[in-house]
């Protein structure tokens, strides 16, 4: 059974640094696209970014310069760095593995991040001005 737990996340005043972590069992790690989604006080979900097992792939435009992802391979976790924090980042984030289910590609999925398969539980990241 797939397991992804989120840790991390918390509090942070804009311009501040945060790391949120995922820790996944259950599937072959080494070859799975992971993905750090966010669900925002906009209520719209999205990817913030994407990493395979050659390195990052994806960053959303506005995140792009500001975080960084990276996966250890010895300890099937994956990180989110996120640097230069902005209120706009506020939101839970989700750690997913593979085919999520949605079609996300547009910038935002479709349905709620919730309905994203394979996720963790959430990690709340909040950024205050």
């Known amino acids: 059974e797939t397991q992804l737990v989120e840790s991390g996340g918390g509090s942070a005043q804009t311009g501040g640094s945060l790391i949120v972590s995922c820790a996944a069992s259950g599937f072959s790690f080494d070859g799975s696209e992971m993905a750090w989604y966010r669900q925002g006080a906009d209520n719209r979900c999205e990817m913030v970014s994407l990493?395979?097992?050659?390195?990052?792939?994806y960053f959303a435009d506005s995140v792009k310069g500001r975080f960084s992802i990276a996966r250890d391979r010895a300890k099937n976790t994956i990180y989110l760095q996120m640097n230069s924090l902005k209120p706009e980042d506020t939101g839970v984030y989700y750690c997913?593995?593979?085919?999520?289910?949605?079609?996300?590609?547009?910038?935002?999925?479709?349905?709620?991040?919730?309905?994203?398969?394979?996720r963790g539980q959430g990690t709340l990241v909040t950024v205050s001005s």
């Open positions: 990493v395979g097992d050659d390195g990052p792939m």
């Open positions: 997913a593995a593979g085919d999520v289910g949605l079609d996300c590609s547009g910038g935002s999925c479709p349905l709620p991040c919730v309905a994203l398969n394979a």
